[in-house]
């Protein structure tokens, strides 16, 4: 008798399954918009999202915590380019910043779908004017197919920028650039992604962290 979708606002994180009881069946999203900033243990993550299903990991926050202020923490997993966010002419949001704050504008919920809407513009320090993602969570109970989850971002810079819409995944994806496509996969899991705007977009793909991670002495 659980919600498949929730938003805990006071945190801002909302958080959408398609069968929660059940880890082996289950597609899950989660996405955040926090009035907290990236200060303590938040990231500088706001509008942000990670996907898994099936019990694989899709699209994922990278980067790993093994020692705080190590290379690797500050300069990779501090970071928003270290998770599903954008970034405006190659920078990410503020960092250790109690105003770099987002915003859960919106959440409904019911049985065939979810939908969220977060506001994440104050955290780009002035460099952005509006950033409200919207995230739709589709489950199709009446046809019986397969989840699919729409994401719609409204940018505008204070200036002529441009604009990198970043995904993670533990492996290479398999990107078609000339039909704006790409497809994550992870053990016997797949998760297409289509790109449907803007029009005149490049891909990149690469595996490299600034600062490699931790690794104690044998």
């Known amino acids: 008798d659980l919600p498949q979708g929730r938003a805990f606002t006071d945190v801002g994180l909302a958080a959408m399954h398609t069968a929660l009881p059940d880890p082996d069946q289950n597609a899950f999203l989660l996405f955040r918009s926090s009035p907290f900033g990236s200060i303590s243990h938040a990231y500088a993550d706001q509008n942000a999202f990670a ?9 994922i926050a990278s980067g790993y915590y093994q020692l705080y202020g190590h290379p690797h923490h500050t300069q990779w997993t501090w970071q928003t380019k270290a998770s599903n966010a954008v970034l405006v002419d190659g920078e990410g949001q503020s960092t250790r910043d109690w105003n770099a704050r987002g915003r859960l504008l919106a959440f409904d919920t019911t049985a065939a779908a979810d939908y969220a809407l977060g506001d994440a513009h104050e955290a780009y320090a002035g460099r952005l004017e509006r950033f409200l993602r919207h995230v739709l969570f589709l489950r199709p109970l009446h046809t019986g197919g397969l989840p699919v989850v729409v994401i719609r971002d409204d940018l505008a810079a204070a200036r002529p920028a441009t604009f990198q819409f970043l995904l993670h995944a533990l492996e290479p994806m398999a990107v078609d650039g000339d039909a704006r496509r790409l497809t994550i996969r992870s053990g016997a ?3 297409r992604v289509d790109f449907l705007e803007p ?4 891909f990149d793909q690469h595996d490299r962290f600034p600062e490699a991670p931790f690794r104690p002495a044998p």
Do not use: D, N, S
């Open 199 to 202: 029009t005149a977009l490049t």
């Open 189 to 191: 899991v797949r998760c």
């Open 51 to 59: 996907l898994e299903a099936y019990g694989e990991p899709l699209v």
